[in-house]
């Protein structure tokens, strides 16, 4: 029997978070995930756009979760999106009737991706923003940014939005293409890198 010495890091075996491979068309995308918003709803937006690499090329198998609030501010506290059949086990997706402020988006083959959901409110000193987090070839780690919608009166006092240069700050904020749509590009890397968010 051969022994491995795992004692330092070349040494250790490679874990799925460490690989880097367009792995998440598999088992994460679920039908209906970028319809948030209730059928109907006056408060309904959609946001669009493409995900780029640092060549500036489109990602084809790029996964994008979109989660907000609702236009009261408040996140919703309801039954989640991928709801299952207690008999049966399947999937029964959402019910069309209950906001759960969450979305799960996979680019199609040209790069692109859009989200139906409804205008967030402002939460605390935040201007009003949806959350994102990326998933892509060649990351091995997700990253996280957000999208402020463009013309809102609370952005300049926003504690993010404040503490960035302009050239920067635009990466957040979405181009306004009437009749409630906006466009909002990600940039993984490059020219026009879209700010992303650290947590610690």
């Known amino acids: 029997m051969t022994k491995i010495d795992t004692s330092g890091p070349e040494d250790v075996l490679p874990t799925p978070s460490h690989t ?5 068309g598999y088992a994460l995308p679920f039908r209906g995930g970028e319809e948030i918003a209730p059928l109907g709803h006056p408060d309904t937006i959609t ?19 979109v989660w907000g609030p609702g236009p009261d501010g408040r996140l919703p506290a309801v039954d989640g999106s991928m709801r299952r059949d207690p008999a049966s086990g399947g999937f029964l997706g959402r019910n069309g ?8 988006i ?4 040209d790069g692109h991706w859009y989200v139906r959901t409804l205008r967030p409110g402002a939460r605390g000193q935040n ?10 070839r060649g990351l091995l780690v997700h990253l996280f940014t957000r999208i402020y919608l463009p013309g809102d009166a609370t952005a300049a006092a926003d504690p993010l939005l404040s503490r960035l240069d302009e050239r920067r700050r635009g ?11 906006y466009r909002f590009d990600i940039r993984l890397q490059g020219e026009g890198e879209t700010v992303f968010l650290e947590f610690q």
């Not at 181009?175 to 409630?180: P, S």
């Open 20 to 24: 880097v491979g367009p792995f998440y």
């Open 47 to 65: 946001v669009h756009g493409y995900v780029y690499d640092g060549e500036g090329r489109p990602l084809p198998d790029a996964l994008l979760e």
């Open 97 to 104: 009737v209950e906001f759960t402020g969450f979305g799960r």
């Open 106 to 109: 996979q680019t199609d083959a």
């Open 127 to 136: 201007a009003p923003y949806l959350s994102v987090c990326v998933f892509a």
């Open 171 to 181: 990466t957040l904020i979405a181009g306004d293409e009437g009749n409630g749509t």
